[in-house]
């Protein structure tokens, strides 16, 4: 399928930008159906870029283009839960395991070249768990904004890497992660405070990272404090998507998918720490990936940096071939310096001969 994207349920919701080399496609397994977007020649070798919360492949667009006229055959799949892929009701549909077996039924469709893997956020796990359990479908791994756990993103892993001295445990007990546990604890008021207004929340969550915010509590450290991320208002307040971060086009397209299918998809990814611990644990050599991978951080990031704290230690320890850069941005790194970003992963995959 080509063409104008509309969001599923949408009588016509905005379509990609007609001037856009992004082709839309879709692909239907018995077991889940796949949106993505691809770009470049059909016969180069294969990039798989996956997005994180609350995105979809769209975030990806300036890297896509640029790779693809340096000749990489360009993927971005919309994960499950979100965009024009299957939207399961079960919550422990969202498991890491299940998003695997969707992006490994989708690289057999694509033509099982080796790929390189670049992901963002929830996709930097889904990414490191497809080096870790299918390695032979990997070139090489380019995480951004989140570093590999091999025993899980789950909240057991991240609360023992917390930094105490910014988040005493006595006040701040699941540190800046605090946001993940109300999501657990309270989905169905997280879910509908993020509903009020998507156009909005979209618009507030999709923020440039700023310099003033390293060394200080991160607002997702107070959530549960807050009686959730918009506190008594309960709704984002009226704010303006940033046309810096996000085409005009490529936003009114994220915005008619959270319109179309809500937040409690996308939320459930945060539901299922128990069943993807077990599952990487079932990982080969303890998740130990032997595959170059390189680690883009963000400076800014005031949740997920690993500077000055010990939350890029066990990826240290788990990655044979590990290359580690920094940029100045917050967690939105592939929006914020998107022509930074491009630049660090064509160096390493010349440094590397990938």
């Given at each position: 399928?080509?063409?104008?994207?509309?969001?599923?349920?949408?009588?016509?919701?905005?379509?990609?930008?007609?001037?856009?080399?992004?082709?839309?496609?879709?692909?239907?397994?018995?077991?889940?159906?796949?949106?993505?977007?691809?770009?470049?020649?059909?016969?180069?070798?294969?990039?798989?870029?996956?997005?994180?919360?609350?995105?979809?492949?769209?975030?990806?667009?300036?890297?896509?283009?640029?790779?693809?006229?340096?000749?990489?055959?360009?993927?971005?799949?919309?994960?499950?839960?979100?965009?024009?892929?299957?939207?399961?009701?079960?919550?422990?549909?969202?498991?890491?395991?299940?998003?695997?077996?969707?992006?490994?039924?989708?690289?057999?469709?694509?033509?099982?070249?080796?790929?390189?893997?670049?992901?963002?956020?929830?996709?930097s796990p889904v990414a490191g768990a497809l080096a870790a359990h299918e390695p032979r479908r990997c070139r090489g791994v380019v995480l951004t904004s989140l570093a590999y756990f091999p025993d899980a993103?789950?909240?057991?892993?991240?609360?023992?890497?917390?930094?105490?001295?910014?988040?005493?445990?006595?006040?701040?007990?699941?540190?800046?992660?605090?946001?993940?546990?109300?999501?657990?604890?309270?989905?169905?008021?997280?879910?509908?405070?993020?509903?009020?207004d998507q156009a909005a929340t979209l618009a507030s969550v999709y923020r440039p990272g700023s310099l003033a915010a390293i060394g200080k509590v991160s607002p997702t450290a107070v959530i549960t404090r807050n009686g959730g991320r918009y506190g008594?208002?309960?709704?984002?307040?009226?704010?303006?998507?940033?046309?810096?971060?996000?085409?005009?086009?490529?936003?009114?397209?994220?915005?008619?998918?959270?319109?179309?299918?809500?937040?409690r998809p996308a939320n459930a990814w945060y539901l299922n720490d128990d069943a993807n611990i077990a599952y990487a644990r079932q990982a080969p050599d303890g998740g130990r990936l032997a595959q170059p991978v390189l680690y883009v951080n963000g400076d800014w990031d005031a949740i997920c940096s690993i500077n000055g704290n010990r939350q890029g230690d066990p990826m240290r320890a788990a990655c044979a071939d590990l290359t580690v850069t920094s940029l100045p941005a917050g967690h939105w790194l592939p929006l914020e310096r998107k022509a930074e970003h491009i630049e660090a992963i064509r160096a390493w995959l010349r440094s590397k001969k990938l």
């Amino acid at each position: 399928m080509t063409g104008p994207f509309r969001v599923p349920g949408s009588a016509a919701g905005p379509t990609l930008n007609q001037a856009s080399t992004l082709l839309e496609r879709t692909f239907s397994t018995p077991r889940h159906t796949t949106h993505y977007i691809e770009c470049g020649p059909a016969d180069g070798p294969l990039m798989i870029f996956l997005h994180g919360w609350p995105g979809n492949g769209l975030i990806w667009h300036a890297q896509m283009d640029a790779f693809a006229a340096d000749g990489w055959h360009c993927v971005a799949p919309d994960l499950r839960g979100y965009g024009g892929s299957s939207a399961p009701s079960a919550r422990d549909a969202y498991t890491i395991r299940e998003a695997v077996a969707d992006m490994a039924e989708l690289h057999d469709h694509l033509g099982r070249t080796p790929a390189i893997r670049v992901g963002h956020d929830w996709g930097s796990p889904v990414a490191g768990a497809l080096a870790a359990h299918e390695p032979r479908r990997c070139r090489g791994v380019v995480l951004t904004s989140l570093a590999y756990f091999p025993d899980a993103f789950a909240l057991p892993t991240l609360i023992d890497l917390v930094d105490r001295t910014l988040y005493p445990a006595d006040h701040y007990p699941d540190g800046q992660w605090d946001y993940f546990r109300y999501y657990t604890t309270h989905f169905d008021a997280a879910a509908a405070d993020l509903d009020a207004d998507q156009a909005a929340t979209l618009a507030s969550v999709y923020r440039p990272g700023s310099l003033a915010a390293i060394g200080k509590v991160s607002p997702t450290a107070v959530i549960t404090r807050n009686g959730g991320r918009y506190g008594a208002a309960h709704r984002a307040p009226p704010t303006e998507a940033d046309p810096a971060l996000w085409p005009p086009e490529d936003f009114a397209v994220l915005v008619q998918a959270f319109k179309a299918r809500g937040f409690r998809p996308a939320n459930a990814w945060y539901l299922n720490d128990d069943a993807n611990i077990a599952y990487a644990r079932q990982a080969p050599d303890g998740g130990r990936l032997a595959q170059p991978v390189l680690y883009v951080n963000g400076d800014w990031d005031a949740i997920c940096s690993i500077n000055g704290n010990r939350q890029g230690d066990p990826m240290r320890a788990a990655c044979a071939d590990l290359t580690v850069t920094s940029l100045p941005a917050g967690h939105w790194l592939p929006l914020e310096r998107k022509a930074e970003h491009i630049e660090a992963i064509r160096a390493w995959l010349r440094s590397k001969k990938l």
